[in-house]
């Protein structure tokens, strides 16, 4: 199927890096299937313009599957009797990380439900060591905080 004229303007337009109207997204959402090729082939021109080609490599540490909130989409909420919950500790975070590091992953991504067990002192602490044992970058994955704690995540 060859590609009309305003697809092709709306896909040029998407390339240039113009803005994109909320009409012009959905357009490009509702193509038929026939459309998929030219649009993936866009998108994939944008992303290697704007990120290239590089892969970044990150290790996760999922430190507790425990969440006191009951979120439907996910895995983890509270309400999730199926699921074997677990916490680890301080000693096991840090040891995972180390060997992160031993394979030369650049970052590491701490993760966990929204468990208070880890308290904001305690996730500050935790980044800090990680920080000064390994050279790890981090990242936090650890639920909705308030500002006061990013900030000391921050800092840590």
Do not use: H, W
């Not at 994109?20 to 090729?37: C, F, Q, V």
């Not at 500050?124 to 970058?137: A, D, F, H, P, Q």
């Amino acid at each position: 199927m060859s590609i009309s004229k305003p697809i092709e303007r709306l896909l040029g337009k998407a390339e240039a890096g113009t803005a994109l109207t909320r009409d012009d997204i959905l357009a490009l959402l509702k193509l038929p299937g026939d459309y998929s090729p030219d649009l993936f082939a866009a998108a994939n021109r944008v992303r290697r313009k704007e990120v290239g080609d590089e892969i970044f490599l990150r290790g996760i540490i999922e430190f507790s599957n425990i969440c006191e909130r009951n979120c439907l989409y996910c895995g983890l909420r509270k309400s999730n009797d199926r699921l074997s919950r677990y916490r680890m500790t301080d000693d096991e975070i840090l040891a995972t990380a180390r060997e992160i590091a031993k394979i030369r992953v650049p970052t590491v991504v701490l993760q966990s439900g929204e468990d208070s067990f880890y308290s904001t002192d305690r996730i500050c602490r935790m980044v800090e060591r990680i920080k000064n044992e390994t050279g790890l970058i981090i990242t936090l994955s650890i639920g909705e905080k308030n500002a006061a704690d990013y900030q000391a995540f921050a800092q840590s």
